[in-house]
């Protein structure tokens, strides 16, 4: 069993920036995708980035294209989002997940961490 935990969250006005870390409890195998999800109040949770194994894929909701960079450090098991030139829109709960494949579709996901709020004002 993989726990995840996420960490770097907070509240910040449009157009700042924040760097979000998911440490996992054990090693993640480097054909195994560590995705971010955000769930903001009353919507669906929705897929934001993946990276697969060291970096040579990725992938990013047209949303946060540009603004968001994924990354890996596979030695401390931990998965990084910065999130630039963040919009109020962009306030959710961020979580960080586990796959087999890379992509935006939760039931691949097996491991979740309990998340942290990203909170963007005005």
């Known amino acids: 069993h993989v726990q995840l935990v996420e960490s770097g969250g907070g509240s910040v006005q449009a157009g700042g920036s924040l760097r979000l870390s998911c440490a996992a409890s054990?090693?993640?195998?480097?054909?195994?995708?560590m995705g971010w999800f955000r769930q903001a109040p009353g919507k669906e949770r929705e897929g934001v980035a993946g990276i697969y194994g060291t970096g040579g894929y990725t992938y990013f909701a047209d949303s946060v294209k540009g603004r968001f960079t994924i990354s890996r450090d596979n030695a401390k098991n931990t998965v990084y989002l910065q999130l630039d030139s963040l919009k109020p829109e962009d306030t959710a709960m961020y979580y960080c997940?586990?796959?087999?494949?890379?992509?935006?579709?939760?039931?691949?996901?097996?491991?979740w961490g309990q998340g942290t709020q990203v909170t963007v004002g005005t």
């Open positions: 997940a586990v796959s087999g494949s890379c992509s935006p579709r939760l039931d691949e996901y097996i491991y």
């Open positions: 054990t090693y993640i195998k480097r054909n195994q995708c």
